[in-house]
C-alpha cells in the first residue's frame, strides 16, 4: 500500500522506512512526537539531518487536506469543508458541550450505501480516505479546542474503509500520541456484518454504535439497501456475537420518520428486539433530507413512542440534534452550499 501522507505509517512501518532508507529507526518516535503530539503540519524546523528532512519531504506530505471554508452553527456548531489533494470534498464537524467536545470524522468522500433518508448518500462515494487525512481532520480541531471524543460518524461508510479506519483509531488510541481511551472513539456503521466480525479480530480500539434505523426488514430494506445483502436476523447475530465475545456494549441508533419507524407497530418491532440484549438506543429524529416521501414526525408523535418504549423499561435516549442550521447533523454532510454562514 502507497500513503500520500506520513501520518497513515504505524510506528513500525516509519521505523522500516527509515532503516530501509540508511537512517536510524529511533527516528520514528521523534517524527511521530512532532506530527501527533506537537501537531505540527510543516517538516520545517523539525531538528533531523537535512539528508532526512529532504527524504521525508520527498517521500510523504505532511498536510493533506485544504480548507475550503468553516461554518459555525447558532449553538456553537461547527463544520469544515476541505478538499483533499486530489480535489475531493471532506467534511468534519465539531459539537461542543458543557464538558466535552466531539469531533466528527469523516472516514470517505461520500458514501456509496445509498441510504434513502441521508445527504451523504445521495452524494454517491468519490473514494475512501486514509488514515492520515481521517487523523488531520482531528488534529486540526485540536488546533482551536481541546477534543475529548471522536466519532466515526461523518461522511462515509467506516467499516467499508476498515483499514484506515484501524490504524486511527490505534493512532488515537496510542499513549505516545493522543492517548484516547477507546471509550472515547466510536465508530458507526450501517451493518456490513462481516466487518463487524473483523473489528472484534483486529482488536480496533473503540466502542461500536450501529444504525438499526428501523426495527423491521421490510421498512428497513426500503430505507438501507444494506439490508438487501444482510438483513436484520444477519445483523443482530454480528451485534450479538460482538457483544458477547468483547463484553462490551453496542448502541443502536434508530431514526423517527413520520408514519414509517415512529408507530406503535414500529415501538413493538424495537422493543423485541432491544429488550433481551444490552443495548442502549439513540434515537434521532430525522433531519431535513433530499426525500419529500420522509418526513420527520411531530414532537407529539415522537413523545408518544418515546412513553411507549419507556414504558417497556427499554433505555432510550433522544439525541439533541446539533448545527442543523448549517446542514452539519446527522445525515446532512453532502458539500452542499445551501444556508452556508462563514465564520
Ligand atoms: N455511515 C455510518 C456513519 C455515518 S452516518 C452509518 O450509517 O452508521 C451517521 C448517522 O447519521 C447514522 O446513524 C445515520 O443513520 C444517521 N443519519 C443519516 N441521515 C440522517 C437523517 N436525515 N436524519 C437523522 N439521522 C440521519
Ligand atoms: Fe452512508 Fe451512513 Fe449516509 Fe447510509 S447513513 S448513506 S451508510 S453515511
Given at each position: 500500500m502507497k500513503f500520500q501522507d506520513i501520518k497513515s505509517l504505524s510506528q513500525e512501518e516509519l521505523r522500516l522506512f527509515l532503516l530501509d532508507n540508511g537512517?536510524?529507526?529511533?527516528?520514528a518516535e521523534q517524527i511521530r512526537t512532532w506530527v501527533f503530539?506537537?501537531?505540527?503540519?510543516?517538516?520545517?524546523?523539525?531538528?533531523?539531518?537535512a539528508e532526512l528532512c529532504h527524504l521525508l519531504e520527498s517521500s510523504f506530505s505532511i498536510k493533506s487536506l485544504r480548507e475550503e471554508l468553516k461554518m459555525q452553527s447558532a449553538d456553537g456548531t461547527i463544520k469544515w469543508l476541505y478538499k483533499t489533494p486530489d480535489n475531493l470534498p471532506v467534511e468534519t464537524v465539531m459539537i461542543p458541550t458543557e464538558t466535552r467536545a466531539s469531533v466528527c470524522v469523516?472516514?470517505?468522500?461520500?458514501?456509496?450505501?445509498?441510504?434513502?433518508?441521508?445527504r451523504t448518500g445521495s452524494m454517491k462515494l468519490n473514494r475512501s480516505l486514509e488514515a492520515g487525512e481521517i487523523l488531520e481532520q482531528i488534529i486540526n480541531v485540536m488546533q482551536i479546542k481541546q477534543v475529548t471524543n471522536v466519532i466515526?460518524?461523518?461522511?462515509?461508510?467506516p467499516l467499508m474503509n476498515l483499514e484506515a479506519v484501524h490504524r486511527a483509531c490505534v493512532c488515537l488510541h496510542d499513549q505516545k500520541t493522543f492517548?484516547?481511551?477507546?471509550?472515547?472513539l466510536t465508530i458507526s456503521t450501517s451493518g456490513i456484518v462481516p466487518k463487524i466480525a473483523e473489528l472484534l479480530e483486529r482488536g480496533t480500539p473503540c466502542q461500536l454504535a450501529v444504525s438499526?434505523?428501523?426495527?423491521d426488514n421490510e421498512t428497513r430494506g426500503s430505507l438501507m439497501p444494506v439490508n438487501k445483502t444482510w438483513d436484520l436476523t444477519e445483523l443482530l447475530k454480528a451485534i450479538d456475537n460482538y457483544m458477547e465475545k468483547s463484553g462490551e456494549w453496542v448502541t443502536l441508533e434508530y431514526i423517527l420518520i413520520k408514519?414509517?419507524?415512529?408507530t406503535k407497530t414500529a415501538a413493538k418491532n424495537l422493543i423485541r428486539i432491544v429488550k433481551p440484549r444490552r443495548c442502549k438506543v439513540n434515537a434521532i429524529v430525522l433531519?431535513?433530507?433530499?426525500?419529500?416521501?420522509l418526513q420527520a414526525p411531530s414532537e407529539q408523535e415522537v413523545n408518544e413512542f418515546l412513553n411507549f418504549v419507556r414504558a417497556e423499561s427499554v433505555q432510550i435516549n433522544i439525541r439533541n440534534p446539533r448545527g442543523r442550521d448549517i446542514l452539519?447533523?446527522?445525515?446532512?454532510?453532502?458539500?452542499?452550499?445551501?444556508?452556508k454562514v462563514a465564520v
Open positions: 537512517h536510524k529507526p529511533y527516528r503530539k506537537q501537531k505540527m503540519q510543516t517538516y520545517e524546523g523539525l531538528n533531523v539531518p469523516s472516514t470517505q468522500s461520500g458514501c456509496a450505501m445509498g441510504c434513502v433518508f441521508c466515526f460518524m461523518g461522511m462515509g461508510e492517548s484516547m481511551g477507546k471509550g472515547r438499526l434505523v428501523a426495527a408514519d414509517k419507524t415512529c433531519n431535513d433530507n433530499e426525500n419529500p416521501e452539519a447533523a446527522c445525515g446532512q454532510l453532502s458539500n452542499n452550499s445551501l444556508s
